[in-house]
């Protein structure tokens, strides 16, 4: 309510969904993806998965990128995007990913962006949108 606008807050660069486990796997992410991601880690009852929305990603958010990792410690790291691999922000989050390897799901690169996702890491298999789901994950 109007408490959140007068009361003590400020803006966070990032906006975590912590797992109630051993973190396995963190999902990186920006904008509406991160709400469809969550409600599908409820469905799932996921508790290895740590999202992690980035809500400004310029200048990136390095250090809290950095702590949250070194914090949770995952096995692997994903940046979620909706666009294909060629649009939104994954070539961006490639150039500045302060922290080892990251992966990339995304929708293939493409002139249109009516096609299922797939996982750009080593190997590539074509995963439905709707179907995000630990056991596609490498």
């Known amino acids: 309510g109007f408490d959140e606008?007068?009361?003590e807050s400020r803006f966070r660069e990032i906006i975590?969904?912590?797992?109630?486990?051993k973190?396995?796997?963190m999902l990186f992410c920006s904008g509406q993806v991160y709400y469809d991601l969550l409600q599908r880690k409820e469905e799932m009852q996921d508790k290895q998965t740590?999202?992690?929305?980035?809500?400004?990603?310029?200048?990136?958010p390095e250090e809290q990128v950095?702590?949250?990792?070194?914090?949770l410690k995952p096995e692997k790291t994903w940046w979620v995007q909706e666009e294909p691999a060629n649009m939104?922000?994954?070539?961006y989050i490639r150039l500045h990913w302060p922290a080892g390897e990251i992966g990339?799901?995304?929708?293939?690169a493409s002139a249109a962006i009516d096609q299922p996702f797939h996982i750009s890491a080593r190997t590539r298999r074509r995963v439905p949108a709707a179907s995000i789901h630990p056991s596609h994950l490498p």
Request: net charge positive.
């Open 88 to 91: 939104g922000a994954a070539g």
């Open 66 to 71: 950095l702590e949250l990792i070194g914090k």
């Open 16 to 21: 975590v969904d912590h797992p109630t486990g």
């Open 104 to 108: 990339i799901i995304s929708r293939p």
């Open 50 to 60: 740590a999202i992690v929305r980035i809500e400004q990603l310029y200048p990136f």
């Open 5 to 7: 606008f007068t009361g």
């Open 23 to 25: 973190c396995k796997r």
